[in-house]
């Protein structure tokens, strides 16, 4: 019987498996409640006296070598398991990794200040909320001017001084007190107005503002940046310019770009008409380049303000203005092959 145990012993020493039913199996066969061991210990009864200590040494001894061979093969499927959980499969194709989209006003803003870049403009940033010097007294509207309420402006209650910028041209107001010209900048931002919320208008909104002051500016130098935009912004160069008015220009004009009727669409966005009201321009007015310490016997400029939602809705056929504030991700979705 002892050889026979030998021979058990030299099987559990040379089994190896990787396989966790494999290991049971083995478990079962040598430890478990009918496996080899318990036959030994039953038979330990008949074993002879003499022969008695031999013989049990030799069963714990596979006992022994039995557990220790169990315990050690778990162990190593244990960590082997471990290290899969760490690194997984290194061949299996990779996940792919949902990628995001920009924005569309982002789209739109980075377009416009690329084209404006082009003929030597910088960017310029300033606060969302202002005080009342940058956002309308210095851009000549003093306090009880009526063209104040051209834009309907949210104070804060207790300063009536702080408000939140109607426009980004206090930005300007902030670029000249601190630049001497020649002034080449444009100004992207949010701007906020006190206006009921619709597809068509929103209480806070998107603008791009330009500035151009050096010596011998004209109004033709003005038509000129405009026509440039607009060919480059929608391929089109045909415009008109529309005699308007803003406090901080003068002459002020709305500007309209030709937009044709050739699509039943074109026909939908210009009203029938085939032009399109895209920006306010005009020649700085003399006051708001005083109240910002530039001569204005030496110095003229032109500015304007393009509204950043209205085109994005306009090139990518938005219906309603408040989408570009919703973050919907079905919506935002579609802007990514956008660059
Ligand atoms: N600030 C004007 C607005 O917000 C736009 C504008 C800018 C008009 C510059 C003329 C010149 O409506």
């Given at each position: 019987?002892?050889?026979?145990?030998?021979?058990?012993?030299?099987?559990?020493?040379?089994?190896?498996?990787?396989?966790?039913?494999?290991?049971?199996?083995?478990?079962?066969?040598?430890?478990?409640?009918?496996?080899?061991?318990?036959?030994?210990?039953?038979?330990?009864?008949?074993?002879?006296?003499?022969?008695?200590?031999?013989?049990?040494?030799?069963?714990?001894?596979?006992?022994?070598?039995?557990?220790?061979?169990?315990?050690?093969?778990?162990?190593?499927?244990?960590?082997?398991?471990?290290?899969?959980?760490?690194?997984?499969?290194?061949?299996?194709?990779?996940?792919?990794?949902?990628?995001?989209?920009r924005h569309p006003i982002s789209i739109v803003k980075n377009q416009i200040i690329d084209i404006f870049s082009r003929i030597g403009f910088n960017v310029s940033e300033g606060?969302?909320?202002?005080?009342?010097?940058?956002?309308?007294?210095?851009?000549?509207?003093?306090?009880?001017?009526?063209a104040r309420d051209m834009q309907d402006t949210f104070f804060i209650q207790t300063d009536p001084d702080i408000l939140l910028r109607t426009h980004t041209s206090s930005v300007?107001?902030?670029?000249?007190?601190?630049?001497?010209?020649?002034?080449?900048?444009?100004?992207?931002?949010?701007?906020?107005?006190?206006?009921?919320?619709?597809?068509?208008?929103?209480?806070?909104?998107?603008?791009?503002?330009?500035?151009?002051?050096?010596?011998?500016?004209?109004?033709?130098?003005?038509?000129?940046?405009?026509?440039?935009?607009?060919?480059?912004?929608?391929?089109?160069?045909?415009?008109?310019?529309?005699?308007?008015?803003?406090?901080?220009?003068?002459?002020?004009?709305?500007?309209?770009?030709?937009?044709?009727?050739?699509?039943?669409?074109?026909?939908?966005?210009?009203?029938?008409?085939?032009?399109?009201?895209?920006?306010?321009?005009?020649?700085?007015?003399?006051?708001?380049?005083?109240?910002?310490?530039?001569?204005?016997?030496?110095?003229?400029?032109?500015?304007?303000?393009?509204?950043?939602?209205?085109?994005?809705?306009?090139?990518?056929?938005?219906?309603?203005?408040?989408?570009?504030?919703?973050?919907?991700?079905?919506?935002?979705?579609?802007?990514?092959?956008?660059?």
């Amino acid at each position: 019987m002892i050889d026979k145990i030998k021979e058990y012993i030299t099987e559990v020493e040379q089994f190896t498996s990787s396989d966790k039913e494999e290991i049971e199996a083995f478990r079962i066969r040598y430890l478990g409640k009918k496996g080899v061991l318990n036959d030994f210990f039953a038979a330990f009864k008949s074993v002879p006296n003499g022969e008695k200590k031999e013989f049990g040494q030799a069963v714990n001894h596979l006992k022994n070598a039995a557990q220790e061979k169990v315990n050690a093969l778990k162990e190593a499927l244990e960590s082997q398991a471990d290290q899969k959980s760490i690194y997984g499969d290194l061949t299996r194709p990779a996940e792919p990794i949902p990628l995001g989209a920009r924005h569309p006003i982002s789209i739109v803003k980075n377009q416009i200040i690329d084209i404006f870049s082009r003929i030597g403009f910088n960017v310029s940033e300033g606060p969302e909320i202002e005080d009342d010097w940058h956002n309308f007294t210095a851009l000549n509207l003093p306090e009880y001017h009526p063209a104040r309420d051209m834009q309907d402006t949210f104070f804060i209650q207790t300063d009536p001084d702080i408000l939140l910028r109607t426009h980004t041209s206090s930005v300007q107001v902030r670029y000249m007190e601190e630049h001497k010209p020649p002034i080449r900048t444009i100004s992207p931002g949010r701007v906020y107005r006190n206006e009921a919320i619709s597809a068509r208008s929103h209480c806070f909104f998107h603008q791009v503002e330009g500035l151009y002051i050096d010596k011998g500016v004209s109004f033709a130098d003005l038509k000129q940046t405009l026509q440039y935009f607009t060919k480059e912004m929608f391929g089109k160069s045909k415009i008109r310019l529309r005699p308007s008015y803003f406090p901080f220009t003068e002459p002020s004009a709305e500007v309209d770009v030709y937009w044709g009727l050739e699509t039943e669409s074109d026909y939908k966005i210009t009203k029938g008409t085939g032009w399109l009201e895209i920006m306010g321009c005009g020649m700085v007015d003399p006051n708001v380049l005083k109240n910002c310490n530039i001569d204005s016997t030496e110095y003229s400029g032109f500015a304007f303000g393009i509204g950043i939602d209205r085109i994005a809705m306009l090139l990518h056929q938005i219906p309603d203005i408040r989408m570009l504030s919703e973050n919907d991700v079905r919506f935002l979705g579609q802007f990514k092959s956008v660059l």
